[in-house]
């Protein structure tokens, strides 16, 4: 569907509103036949608050944020139309008039712990996934509304939006779900694409709270009056839906000119998987723990969530903590002079989860599985690095036999891409050619969904050509000695299994 832009004078220019788990900011991105260029118009970090009843989003400093970014891009010469995009699951609760009851919920906080018995008391596991397709996370959106089942604020809610949704709310005054974010829920019908109703009325959940889905590129609706004073863009600058689930829009910038690629969108988590045309739904892939949630024209982002750079993330707080380097370069380099194998850590046990002192989990996790604790800073960034390369590969040849696909390529986009060691280091796991960037990818994602819809560009594949033909990438071959990682790898424990 085609968005009217408020002036042609700005019609290449889109702003992509861009939220992750750390630091939230606005993107303007410029597009033409053959360019495509970023300006990064405003950065601000965000960190959740622990309340009494639990660890929150601050989702007003987030719009406020949100608002500062529009405004900058204002004064950059205004855009066409705005995307937002965020992290999956999370979600706000507005009542009869519309108020937002209480900050979101952080996914990592612990009020989950035993949901999910009580939903697969209603709905068996098996049978959940056979309807969802939804890899189990105990933060996924049905067990953080089992556990809130009987509060206060879930009896008083009339409506559920996830983050993004929320944010276009308060941005448009309109109300809806996109889909590529609805289908992290576990409420969604992996086969139908819609929300599935047996699921709502099994789990004693109110339809009504779960608001008409939206496609990429349709329109949200365009600015409420005091936004666009605020922010000084054009009211009738229009919203445009995206890939809100931020995964979602870096798969549409991962510039594949092959058939037969495999993806890992690295960040704060690495998304590993491939690009399918319908779900994966077999009870081997429940028991693998792989996910079929929504991508952009249908496709399915077949995929297992990985515990990436938090890991790496959680030690450099420790370590400025203690006052020890902290310089990502520096231990990058102090990594790859450490001893190759050293030690294995499974990068998605559970101890990793919640935010501490990584560098002690590390080394308590070697210790009781009989391994050497790493000792130095880049001992242990090394074990971090060859242990997220060895479970990309276990995930990666894990989905390649569960969907029958073969990979001849492996694309790594996202803020990992900056880290030179650890695409090496997947190369060499995985034994594949790896093509690393675009680093933005989330972002121009976002910007290239609302540039089709203003019928800037064509489909998918013209998107990611224009990504491969614009965007520095990097090449790796695999090298060094197989044997080792086949040694190494037979030392991860096995993927998690599907409870």
């Not at 990502?328 to 101890?351: G, H, K, Q, Y």
């Not at 800037?456 to 990611?464: E, K, Q």
């Amino acid at each position: 569907m085609t968005t009217t832009p408020p002036s042609s004078a700005f019609a290449s220019a889109f702003a992509a509103v861009d939220l992750g788990a750390t630091s939230g900011r606005v993107i303007v991105g410029r597009v033409g036949p053959d360019n495509l260029d970023l300006t990064e118009v405003h950065r601000f970090p965000h960190t959740p608050v622990r309340l009494p009843d639990g660890l929150r989003w601050d989702v007003l400093a987030l719009f406020q944020g949100t608002l500062d970014g529009l405004r900058e891009a204002a004064r950059s010469g205004g855009v066409a139309s705005v995307g937002v995009d965020t992290w999956a699951v999370d979600y706000g609760l507005l009542d009869a008039d519309g108020a937002l009851l209480g900050h979101p919920f952080h996914y990592r906080d612990g009020r989950t712990d035993g949901a999910a018995a009580h939903v697969w008391a209603e709905v068996g596991a098996e049978e959940l996934y056979g309807i969802t397709g939804l890899q189990h996370l105990p933060f996924n959106t049905v067990f953080q509304l089992a556990a809130s089942a009987d509060t206060a604020q879930h009896d008083a809610a009339r409506t559920l939006l996830l983050v993004p949704d929320l944010l276009i709310h308060w941005l448009t005054g309109s109300v809806g779900a996109e889909e590529t974010n609805a289908s992290t829920t576990g409420l969604f019908d992996a086969r139908t694409g819609t929300w599935s109703k047996d699921l709502l009325n099994r789990l004693s959940l109110d339809p009504g709270l779960f608001p008409p889905l939206r496609a990429p590129g349709d329109p949200a609706g365009t600015l409420l009056p005091h936004v666009a004073a605020y922010t000084g863009l054009d009211p009738r600058t229009p919203v445009t839906t995206v890939a809100s689930h931020d995964t979602a829009s870096a798969v549409v910038a991962v510039p594949a000119t092959e058939p037969d690629f495999a993806y890992i969108s690295c960040g704060t988590w690495s998304l590993a998987g491939l690009e399918l045309d319908a779900p994966v739904l077999s009870e081997e892939s429940r028991a693998a723990n792989f996910t079929n949630e929504r991508g952009i024209d249908g496709t399915i982002r077949y995929l297992r969530n990985i515990m990436g750079m938090w890991l790496l993330e959680e030690c450099r707080r420790t370590w400025e903590k203690e006052k020890l380097p902290t310089h990502i370069p520096t231990l990058l380099a102090d990594a790859a002079r450490a001893e190759p194998f050293a030690s294995i850590v499974d990068p998605d046990a559970p101890e990793f989860l919640a935010p501490g002192d990584m560098p002690a989990r590390i080394r308590n996790y070697c210790a009781r599985t009989g391994q050497r604790s790493p000792g130095s800073q880049g001992a242990v960034v090394r074990c971090i690095l060859e242990s997220l390369a060895l479970a990309h590969r276990r995930t990666l040849r894990q989905a390649a036999e569960l969907s029958g696909r073969d990979i001849t390529r492996v694309h790594l986009v996202g803020g990992g891409s900056r880290n030179d060691l650890l695409c090496q280091l997947t190369a060499d796991a995985t034994g594949l050619p790896v093509v690393a960037g675009p680093t933005e990818a989330t972002a121009l994602g976002n910007i290239l969904v609302q540039a089709r819809a203003a019928g800037l560009v064509g489909d998918l594949a013209d998107m990611r050509r224009l990504i491969a033909s614009t965007q520095h990438l990097r090449h790796y071959t695999p090298q060094g000695d197989a044997a080792a990682w086949d040694a190494a790898a037979a030392r991860l424990a096995p993927a998690p299994r599907n409870p």
